[in-house]
């Protein structure tokens, strides 16, 4: 394995699912498609064929 390819891949990856999922949570809160004035967020990262299941939560306060 090439471990510099690898890293450029994981990171070009990462930083898809960043921009992306950015402009998902920005397009919700703006269109007002949150009850309440907090946001509370879960990412889960799995991989097929694979026991990882990585699961991020944090809560934005929208006031």
Do not use: C, W, Y
């Not at 390819?5 to 999922?21: D, P, Q």
């Not at 397009?27 to 991020?56: F, I, N, Q, Y």
């Amino acid at each position: 394995m090439n471990e510099d390819a690898f890293n450029m891949a994981v990171r070009k990856f990462l930083k898809e699912v960043g921009v992306t999922s950015q402009r998902e949570i920005e397009r919700v809160v703006r269109e007002h498609k949150v009850d309440g004035d907090k946001l509370k967020l879960s990412m889960t990262l799995t991989a097929e064929g694979t026991p990882l299941e990585h699961v991020v939560k944090t809560v934005i306060d929208l006031s």
